[in-house]
C-alpha cells in the first residue's frame, strides 16, 4: 500500500514539475525539487503511518526590496517572495490535536480546545501555530485538527522571514485541509502577525507574512492595516541583466529585543507629538515644520528615525513608479537611497554604542567598493545583524562573490530568484 501511494505521488510531481515547478523554483534544478518533495512526503508517512487524503503545501521566504521599517507605522513596502520556501505533508486526523513534527525543530503538539497563549510557549513555535489556529477560528473560519511534517529551505536568522514563512504555512493547510483552499491571502497573513503579537510575543507588522503569502514583487500599503492596498508588480529581474543578492554578515539577532523594540517606539514618540499615534498619521509637512519643537521633545535619534520614515515612504512609491515604467537604473539609485537612509538615520546598522562589531557596515562598504558604482546595496530587513542586500550585474557576480566570501567567509552570499507564486498546495 505504500508502494502504491508513493507510485501516485511520483505521477502528481511528474504533473506538477511541468505545470507548476517554474512558478514556485525558477532557477532551480526540478528533478532535485521533486526528490524533495518526494523526502517529506515519505517522513510524513513514516511519522504518521495511518493518515490519508495527504496534501502537500508550500510558502516562500520573502525579500524586502524597499521600505525600511516603514510598515509597523503604516508605511508602504515592496516586497518578494523568493525561490526559497517552507514545505508541509499534511492529513486531517480527525481529532482536537495540531500535531506537527518540524525538521531539526522537535515536535509540538496543541490542543485546539486551548485557544488562549500559553505563558511556557512565548517565542517558541508551538506559540506560533496555537495564535494562527486561534486567530482563524475568532474570524469565523473551522479549524479541525491535523497532522504535518514540515521542512523549510528559509534558514532562522538568514534574513528571510522563516517565522513568517512557518505560521503562513500553517494557515494554508488550515486553508487547504478545512477550506478548500479559500483563506485569501490577507486573512492568512494576518493570522500570521496576530500570532507573532499575542502568542509569540514579539511585535511586528504585517509585512513579512502578506510577502510570503501572495508571492512574486508585491507593493503593499498599510495606511489601513486592516485592508492594506495590495499590488502585484511585473518585474523580471533576469531581462534586466542583474543577480539579487543577500550577504550575511556573520551577526544574528540575538540579544537585539530592545533595539527593534526601541524603532517603533521612537517614532510613535513623535507621532505623539502631533496628537497622533502613527507616522503615517502625521502630515510630512507638519512634520518638517516642526521640527524645532519635535527635537526638543524627543530627542535627536527619534527626529532622524522620523526624518527616516517619511523619505522611505515616498521612496517605496517612486520605486513601484520606476518598476512600473521599465526604469530600473532609477529603481537602483533609489535603493542605493535607501540604504544610505537606513545608515545615517533610522540608525539600525550596529547596536547603540558598539564599536568593535560593526559587521553590516564593513559588509555595506564592502559592496560600494566591489560594486564600483554600479548596482546598489542596502539593509536588509530589520537590520542590527543579518543580512545586506546587493543588486549585482551579471558580469560582476562570480567576481563580487568570491571577493567577499574571502573576507565574511564561504558561503556568506546567497543569490535570491523572484518566485511568482506565495501560499501554494502543490499536491
Known amino acids: 500500500m505504500e508502494q502504491e501511494s508513493l507510485r501516485r505521488f511520483r505521477q502528481k510531481m511528474s504533473i506538477q514539475n511541468k505545470r507548476v515547478f517554474p512558478l514556485l523554483y525558477p532557477g532551480r534544478e526540478?528533478?532535485?525539487?521533486?526528490?524533495?518533495?518526494?523526502?517529506?512526503?515519505?517522513?510524513?508517512?513514516?511519522?504518521?503511518?495511518?493518515?490519508?487524503g495527504i496534501r502537500m503545501f508550500s510558502v516562500p521566504g520573502r525579500t524586502e526590496l524597499g521600505g525600511n521599517h516603514t510598515d509597523h507605522q503604516h508605511g508602504c513596502v515592496l516586497a518578494a517572495g523568493i525561490h526559497l520556501d517552507s514545505v508541509a505533508a499534511a492529513a486531517k486526523n480527525e481529532t482536537d490535536w495540531i500535531r506537527i513534527f518540524s525538521d531539526g525543530y522537535g515536535e509540538y503538539n496543541i490542543c485546539l480546545a486551548e485557544k488562549s497563549p500559553q505563558q511556557e510557549e512565548t517565542r517558541t513555535p508551538a506559540a506560533l501555530i496555537r495564535g494562527v489556529a486561534a486567530y482563524a477560528m475568532e474570524q469565523g473560519y473551522s479549524v479541525g485538527g491535523f497532522d504535518?511534517?514540515?521542512?523549510?529551505?528559509?534558514?532562522?536568522?538568514?534574513?528571510?522571514?522563516?517565522?513568517?514563512s512557518f505560521e503562513v504555512l500553517v494557515g494554508r493547510i488550515i486553508s487547504g485541509l478545512f477550506h478548500q483552499g479559500k483563506l485569501p491571502p490577507e486573512i492568512l497573513a494576518k493570522a500570521g502577525q496576530y500570532a507573532e503579537n499575542c502568542y509569540f510575543?514579539?511585535?511586528?507588522?504585517?509585512?513579512?507574512?502578506?510577502?510570503?503569502?501572495?508571492?512574486?514583487?508585491?507593493?503593499?500599503?498599510?495606511?489601513?492595516?486592516?485592508?492594506?492596498?495590495?499590488?502585484?508588480?511585473?518585474?523580471?529581474?533576469?531581462?534586466?541583466?542583474?543577480?539579487?543578492?543577500?550577504?550575511?554578515?556573520?551577526?544574528?539577532?540575538?540579544?537585539?529585543?530592545?533595539?527593534?523594540?526601541?524603532?517603533?517606539?521612537?517614532?510613535?514618540?513623535?507621532?505623539?507629538?502631533f496628537g497622533k499615534e502613527f507616522l503615517r498619521e502625521v502630515s510630512p509637512d507638519d512634520f518638517f515644520s516642526s521640527i524645532k519643537s519635535v527635537r526638543r521633545k524627543t530627542g535627536d535619534r527619534a527626529l532622524l528615525r522620523a526624518i527616516h520614515f517619511f523619505e522611505e515612504n515616498s521612496r517605496v512609491q517612486r520605486q513601484v513608479h520606476a518598476l512600473k515604467r521599465g526604469s530600473f537604473m532609477e529603481f537602483l539609485q533609489l535603493v542605493r537611497e535607501s540604504g544610505n537612509s537606513s545608515f545615517q538615520y533610522l540608525q539600525n546598522i550596529y547596536p547603540s554604542g558598539e564599536t568593535f562589531h560593526q559587521e553590516m557596515a564593513v559588509a555595506l562598504a564592502l559592496c560600494e567598493k566591489l560594486l564600483e558604482g554600479q548596482g546598489a546595496a542596502r539593509i536588509h530587513g530589520g537590520g542590527f545583524g543579518g543580512t545586506v542586500q546587493a543588486w549585482i550585474p551579471f558580469e560582476r557576480l562570480e567576481f563580487f562573490v568570491s571577493a567577499m566570501e574571502k573576507i565574511l567567509g564561504t558561503?556568506?552570499?546567497?543569490?535570491?530568484?523572484?518566485?511568482?507564486?506565495?501560499?501554494?498546495?502543490?499536491?
Open 30 to 52: 526540478f528533478p532535485a525539487m521533486e526528490l524533495r518533495l518526494e523526502r517529506i512526503y515519505e517522513k510524513f508517512c513514516s511519522i504518521f503511518s495511518k493518515a490519508s
Open 148 to 164: 504535518a511534517f514540515i521542512s523549510s529551505e528559509v534558514r532562522a536568522g538568514s534574513g528571510l522571514s522563516s517565522s513568517a
Open 201 to 273: 510575543g514579539k511585535a511586528c507588522g504585517q509585512m513579512d507574512q502578506m510577502a510570503c503569502a501572495q508571492g512574486s514583487v508585491v507593493f503593499m500599503d498599510f495606511e489601513n492595516p486592516n485592508h492594506p492596498l495590495i499590488e502585484k508588480i511585473h518585474f523580471d529581474l533576469e531581462q534586466c541583466g542583474y543577480a539579487l543578492c543577500l550577504i550575511n554578515c556573520g551577526v544574528g539577532h540575538e540579544g537585539l529585543t530592545e533595539e527593534y523594540g526601541a524603532i517603533p517606539h521612537e517614532m510613535k514618540q513623535v507621532a505623539n507629538c
Open 411 to 427: 558561503g556568506c552570499c546567497q543569490v535570491l530568484s523572484i518566485r511568482q507564486a506565495g501560499a501554494v498546495q502543490i499536491v
